[in-house]
């Protein structure tokens, strides 16, 4: 099994996260209690449970039932001994309970970490009238970062299937699921029945845990997001014929979408030159952008979606990766343009100014495509224009060009200059 080898763990261990008492918190199956479980040496590991009583694991005895006052007495017995222990799905915890983990904290020599599946704890936690606010130091857990997962996946992959694998494989659920091996396309058309399913309840599972209700207006704005729908106005419209909105109004989406955004589930991507547009709402997570689209295409009917369908989708999901990992490596803003009847993958600004723009594919440049896509880039009066691959090194026509091996190295630098970087922060930024 691929282990996608995460700054956040290196943090834990050796960073300055590593003797802190934590917070860690995200939205569900990003991989939080993974790393707590790999990257932290717990004398106690506490997971409260929905029905009131709670799992503890102690030591070298095999994990037993307890009421939650026994469980966290446990955890503090550890934690005033020195040692370090873990209190997981901490957002279960009723808030009657805080208290007690605050007195702890003058007798503790050791360390305690809270871990919540839910970004919603971490505002309760460091609002002012928190018993526990300056006790807990924030560590986010968001998806893995692009250069992780791209070098992770290098060492088991060829360049071009791991920079294709990386695209979906930032959420580390799915590899619980799938081993990463040859072509990504067919392995998802293969098994999209189990991955579609795991998918829905995920984001059930999201909305449960921040106490909101998955209505049928939250759900149909993620699918029309898995179907192309970017902005606060189409949504509002098509809503509106759903007669799910009163009113084709933008503002009575983008409340809604801010919610989802603050849930992890979606992400603002800044607009640049776009007449009448500012933002481009989007899934955070590419895999489950990816599902939600192949079920709407209607293959839950029991049909194997095609290659074609989802190499299509994974395209269009390879330029907000490809994004990510550029502005993560050039510590610039990313931005995406749509200008007339074609639009600029990837722009980078500094500031306000662009400093490059970039065509991505999944597959190959013809000499024509690239010409043609580096000719358009610079009529934007944007200084440089680059080419991505994720297929095979593209044609040497523009100021920058990157192919796989490119990608799999420029990954590999980025990933170690954030483990340096992070040596001089309380946390590493995202």
């Known amino acids: ?36 479980r790999r990257c932290v040496d717990s004398a ?33 017995r550890a934690v005033e001994s020195g040692y370090a222990a873990v209190i997981d799905e901490f957002q279960r ?12 904290r003058a007798r503790g020599k050791g360390r305690l970490i809270l871990c919540g599946s839910s970004l919603g704890v971490a505002s309760k936690v460091f609002d002012r009238r928190s018993p526990l606010l ?18 992770s996946l290098s060492t088991a ?75 606060s106005a189409a949504l509002a419209q098509k809503l509106h014929e759903a007669r799910l909105l009163p009113r084709p109004e933008a503002s009575l989406v983008t409340g809604m979408l801010a919610q989802l955004a603050a849930m992890g589930l979606v992400e603002r991507v ?20 990816l599902l939600m689209a192949l079920e709407e295409r209607g293959f839950e009917a029991g049909l194997r979606p095609s290659c074609e369908v989802v190499s299509s989708t994974l395209g269009v999901e390879a330029q907000f990766f490809v994004g990510e990992l550029l502005a993560e490596a050039t510590g610039l803003k990313r931005a995406y343009a749509i200008t007339g009847t074609w639009d600029v993958d990837v722009v ?16 190959p440049f013809s000499g024509s495509e ?9 009529s934007l009066g944007i200084p440089r224009a680059g080419l991505v691959s994720l297929t095979e090194e593209p044609p040497p026509v523009a100021d920058e060009g990157y192919g796989p091996s490119d990608l799999v190295e420029l990954a590999r630098k980025t990933s170690e200059r954030l483990r340096r970087a992070s040596r001089s922060y309380s946390r590493v930024p995202p």
């Open 44 to 76: 106690v590991y506490v997971t409260i449970g929905r029905s009131g009583l709670c799992l503890v694991e102690e030591g070298d005895e095999g994990p037993r039932i307890a009421s939650l006052e026994e469980g966290l007495k446990a955890a503090l």
């Open 370 to 378: 690239a010409s043609k896509a580096v000719e358009r880039i610079r």
């Open 348 to 363: 980078l600004l500094k500031g306000e100014r662009a400093v490059a723009g970039y065509e991505v594919k999944l597959g």
């Open 134 to 151: 300056g006790f807990f130091a924030p560590l986010k857990v968001d998806l893995a970062s692009p250069s992780d997962t791209l070098v």
């Open 270 to 289: 800044r607009m640049w030159k776009t007449p009448g547009a500012r933002i481009y709402y989007r899934h955070r997570s590419s895999l489950l952008s």
């Open 157 to 231: 992959l060829s360049p071009s299937e791991a920079a294709k694998w990386a695209i979906v494989a930032r959420d580390p659920w799915l590899l619980g699921l799938l081993e990463p091996r040859g072509d990504v396309v067919e392995a998802i058309a293969e098994s999209a029945h189990l991955l579609v399913a795991s998918a829905s309840g995920l984001v059930g599972e999201v909305f449960r845990e921040e106490e909101r209700k998955l209505t049928q207006l939250y759900d149909a704005i993620l699918r029309l997001l898995a179907l192309g729908y970017w902005s």
């Open 93 to 104: 915890l009723p808030e009657e309970y805080w208290d007690l983990l605050a007195v702890s």
């Open 1 to 36: 099994m691929v282990v996608i080898d995460r700054w956040e763990c290196w943090s834990l261990r050796e960073g300055p996260a590593s003797g802190a008492w934590l917070l860690v918190y995200g939205r569900r199956k990003t991989g939080k209690t993974f790393l707590l």
